[in-house]
């Protein structure tokens, strides 16, 4: 595996994970690099979803489930901290779009507001602004942005959600399936709004569509059955992969 | 031998009709009621009923504008007493509560929902009544107060719970603490349902009349403040309608269809607040 440059923001080591008897992960080991994309990758049931959830502790709000090992963000255990302080910093887009019953722009602010937001009306304005061009859905709400965000359509809901995770600076973004209740152009408006954000954010993404890892990711790791089995440059992983297991699935063999 | 297609076809036949028929029995027995209400309780009623006290025995006339202030007064303290109580339980119930203790609790208040109304009067005239001496409206609020809790926990747990998992995970993931995610999003997002459940629990407790008969007991006249035993329309219903004169029967009758018409008026507003809430969204 090459070494790489960029320095690590997110890491986890020896990650172990229970759900009640039952073992999900085996001793995750994964350096995440700052401000590039990685996508993990594998069949269902893999354990990449549960992995990604405990990246910002999601995985607290299931009972009976168990964590051993330790996930450092900038060098700290985030299991040690405040788990609100850890979930500003490390953001999630859920696979399912799931907007507040509340209107567009109080979706977008809500981060600012339960965090206790000192800036005024307009500093408020002006971050729901930014986020939601920054989501690349400014252009088409900005003349509703005091209706129900359930009017709009199931890509610009995935966007506005993308768009409320964003308002609050996260420093790491992490998307779980994203695009997978989306149709082509609306996964496509995602992809192009990763990239963009690329330049100041860590992103982490899992998908099932292999062709979307190759396409936005810098690097890719391959689950399989609660194991990392490979990890490495995406170009590596779809074109060179070391494992049996990553070329059968990368080239279409199973899964 | 297989049963021919004619007698399988009469049993077709028998079955739509016996139980379409009982179908209409038991939507028909509410229009008959109301029908015979209406009819009975209508023409007895007149904008003295509402506005006068009943009058003395022997005088025709009179009304129960006491009743309908004193119900409005056991009601609205009802309300203060069980739905908060029942609210903040269905939250606990629903949010915090792991599920052994939720399976315990749910099944408590099943049981409190069961206690037959006149055993909650008693115990409320043991423990309210008979320490203060007399009977009042204070009382009755506490008895059908006491009655509304289990309804009150239980809706307000049922339209908590239908609120997508996935909207607590969005409010906590962005950092918010899970009681501010309960209040500024799972409560709001199931806040239609919940009123309409408090509504229909108002309108559950409205007709009972056994708690109301240890507790408010029943006056003849105003009944000013908490602190005095009160009129209320169920209680003079069942006082009004085993009185021997011919008169009082048809102030019973007019006092049904009021109270009829109240607690219908509270479901259907409640209803029809819960056919917008749906939680519908496009994506």
């Known amino acids: ?255 | 031998m297989k049963p021919s297609s004619t007698f399988k076809n009469l049993v077709n036949y028998t079955m739509f009709a016996v139980t379409g028929l009982c179908t209409l029995i038991a939507v028909g027995i509410l229009f008959f009621i109301l029908g015979y209400l209406v009819y009975n309780g209508g023409k007895s009623l007149s904008l003295s009923f509402f506005t006068n006290l009943p009058a003395p025995v022997g005088e025709i006339g009179g009304g129960m504008a006491n009743a309908i202030v004193g119900s409005g007064k056991v009601l609205l303290l009802a309300t203060l007493i069980g739905i908060p109580i029942g609210f903040l339980g269905g939250v606990y119930l629903s949010e915090y509560s792991t599920q052994q203790i939720a399976f315990t609790i749910r099944y408590i208040t099943d049981l409190l929902n069961g206690v037959p109304s006149i055993v909650i009067g008693i115990v409320i005239y043991t423990v309210v009544v008979h320490p203060m001496g007399h009977f009042s409206t204070f009382a009755g609020g506490v008895a059908l107060g006491v009655m509304m809790i289990p309804i009150s926990v239980r809706s307000t747990e049922e339209f908590l719970h239908a609120v997508p998992q996935s909207l607590r995970e969005a409010a906590l993931a962005l950092g918010a603490p899970k009681w501010k995610s309960i209040v500024t999003v799972v409560i709001p997002a199931a806040m239609r349902g919940i009123i309409s459940g408090t509504m229909l629990a108002l309108a559950r407790v409205a007709g009972e009349t056994a708690p109301l008969l240890f507790t408010a007991l029943g006056n003849q006249f105003w009944s000013p403040g908490w602190n005095q035993p009160s009129a209320t329309l169920p209680v003079m219903i069942f006082t009004y309608a085993v009185a021997p004169y011919e008169d009082w029967h048809r102030q019973a009758w007019a006092a049904g269809f009021v109270l009829l018409t109240l607690v219908l008026l509270i479901n259907i507003t409640a209803r029809l607040a819960l056919s917008r809430g749906t939680y519908v969204s496009r994506g």
């Open chain 1, 1 to 255: 595996m090459s070494k790489v440059p960029a320095p690590k923001k997110l890491s986890t080591e020896n990650l172990d994970f229970y759900y009640g008897a039952f073992q999900a992960l085996h001793g995750i080991t994964l350096d995440f690099q700052e401000n590039l994309i990685t996508a993990l990758i594998g069949p269902s049931g893999c354990g990449k979803s549960t992995f990604i959830r405990t990246l910002n502790r999601m995985h607290e709000t299931v009972k009976g489930t168990r964590l051993t090992g330790q996930i450092l963000l900038d060098g700290k255990d985030i299991l040690k901290e405040d788990v609100n302080a850890v979930r500003l910093k490390v953001g999630m887009v859920f696979q399912k779009s799931n907007p507040f019953p509340k209107t567009i722009f109080e979706n977008v602010a809500y981060g600012l507001r339960v965090n206790g937001f000192q800036g005024g009306k307009a500093a408020i304005q002006e971050v729901v602004e930014k986020s939601l061009v920054k989501a690349a859905l400014w252009e088409e709400v900005k003349d509703k942005l005091h209706q129900s965000a359930f009017g709009l359509s199931g890509g610009q809901q995935q966007r506005l959600c993308i768009a409320r995770a964003l308002a609050v600076e996260p420093e790491v973004l992490l998307l779980d399936e994203p695009c997978s209740a989306l149709d082509p152009i609306a996964t496509a408006k995602i992809e192009d709004l990763l990239f963009a954000l690329k330049s100041e954010t860590t992103i982490v993404i899992v998908t099932h569509n292999m062709q979307q890892a190759a396409r936005v990711s810098d690097f890719t790791g391959f689950f399989l059955l609660g194991m990392m089995i490979e990890f490495n440059t995406t170009n590596t992983i779809f074109q060179n992969p070391t494992k049996k297991e990553t070329e059968d699935y990368v080239t279409g063999r199973f899964g």
